[in-house]
């Protein structure tokens, strides 16, 4: 089914994305890391999250693209521009997936680039900029803390050598694993090559559905911070050891997950707070936990009251430590700050909504994106379509054929909108 373009409700030349090849190719990436109950484990830099970045890069290489892989396994798929002095679009998002996640969650945002390469590439358009299309490694931190790290790692925020030595729960580094994947390149790619970065994204809450609208013009990102605690009391017989004098480190976590609860509780409306991650050791039936990992989250969009949610977990901690004779240890693994978008960008895709006949609002976003990162370099925007009850970050996660198509004709729109500019 070819999709009547934007251009023929506008009368602009607009080239027609194709909404059956978009919705195939995000079909067929999807059994890369498929689960039975129809959702997605692709870990960052597991086998799985090489075979999805092998398929789209095959693609991108029949359409003449030129590849660069980075230190951290960012991948760049380029069509050149007319004007070789002129600055890259960058568009992108992410591949990988929650350990039982959703097939969109980043998936949509590449496809969709994906899609943008093949209809320029098939419709002959030149573009002045060059177009660039970016697959950001581990944006879930659901493997290698933190989160968004390979778009962190090109915003300049860390080193290679930082993160590179990040291990997973069974102790593999993420270099190791991108090695094994074919993904620990050598290609230097800097900001600097780029003049602004599009995100296209599904919304992950329910608004964009609830009122029928089909694309969300995203103006914010809600700052996130994440805390790794360790609780250490005393290992011991479970039949032996008296319960008064026990230094039980998961009785203490269970303490501190609660006021976790009532931290985010304690911010009615706004105050998101979660504890998703947790290990104990040794993790046996007959043996007191003598240690428990945690990982602590905290989302909102106003900073003050994130800094009100930290101060209020210190407490918390230092309360579990006293009441229950463990020792904690808090490291803060993640700080992302409340992003503001370019508001010249996000009246370009309101623009070019419009220009496509898509009904759009402007929203802020909850879950936390690669764009938050390129943020800081570039000038950035988002793009979102709606998800089904906005259901995200889990099996079920699922967006229409429809959605992903207006989605994919207003990013095109954008991009040669701001490449004609
Ligand atoms: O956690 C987030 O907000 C993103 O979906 N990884
Ligand atoms: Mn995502
Ligand atoms: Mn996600």
């Not at 994204?201 to 609208?213: A, V």
Request: negative net charge; aromatic residues 6%.
């Amino acid at each position: 089914m070819r999709f009547p373009l934007c251009s023929q409700v506008v009368g602009m030349t607009t080239p027609q994305i194709d909404s059956a090849r978009l919705w195939k190719s995000l079909t067929e990436i999807s059994v890369f890391g498929a689960t039975p109950a129809g959702g997605l484990h692709r870990l960052a830099a597991s086998k799985e999250d090489g075979q999805a970045r092998d398929y789209v890069v095959a693609a991108a290489r029949e359409l003449g693209c030129a590849v660069r892989i980075d230190a951290l396994g960012n991948t760049f798929m380029r069509r050149a521009g007319s004007d070789a002095n002129a600055k890259a679009i960058l568009v992108g998002s992410h591949l990988d997936s929650q350990p039982l996640g959703g097939k969109y969650d980043g998936i949509y945002g590449v496809m969709a680039g994906l899609e943008l390469l093949r209809v320029l590439h098939e419709s002959r358009t030149e573009t002045k900029h060059a177009i660039e299309v970016a697959v950001w490694t581990n944006e879930e931190g659901a493997r290698f803390a933190p989160a968004m790290m390979g778009a962190a790692y090109f915003a300049g925020k860390f080193t290679a050598d930082e993160l590179l030595v990040r291990k997973d729960v069974d102790g593999v580094q993420l270099g190791n694993s991108l090695t094994e994947i074919g993904y620990a390149g050598i290609d230097i790619v800097s900001p600097v090559e780029h003049k602004a970065y599009f995100e296209i994204h599904i919304e992950q809450g329910p608004i964009l559905q609830d009122e029928n609208l089909q694309i969300g013009v995203v103006t914010l990102v809600q700052g996130m911070r994440w805390f790794r605690i360790g609780i250490s009391g005393q290992s011991g017989h479970t039949g032996t050891y008296p319960m008064e004098t026990r230094r039980d480190a998961l009785v203490a976590a269970s303490h501190l997950i609660k006021a976790v609860q009532q931290i985010g509780l304690d911010q009615p409306l706004t105050g998101r707070a979660t504890v998703g991650h947790l290990v104990v050791t040794p993790n046996s039936p007959n043996v007191i936990p003598g240690h428990v990992e945690l990982m602590v989250e905290f989302r909102n969009p106003e900073v003050a009251v994130l800094d009100v949610m930290t101060a209020s977990l210190n407490q918390a901690l230092k309360e579990t430590a006293d009441k229950y004779g463990v020792e904690v240890v808090s490291k803060q693994e993640l700080d992302s700050a409340t992003i503001d978008f370019t508001s010249e960008l996000i009246d370009l895709v309101e623009q070019a909504a419009s220009a496509c006949g898509k009904t759009s609002k402007r929203m802020i976003s909850g879950a936390g994106h690669d764009a938050c990162q390129l943020s800081a370099v570039m000038p950035t925007t988002m793009i979102f379509i709606p998800c089904d009850k906005g259901i995200s970050h889990a099996e079920n996660e699922a967006i229409t054929q429809d959605w992903a198509a207006d989605g994919a004709a207003v990013l095109v729109e954008t991009v040669l909108a701001f490449d004609s500019k």
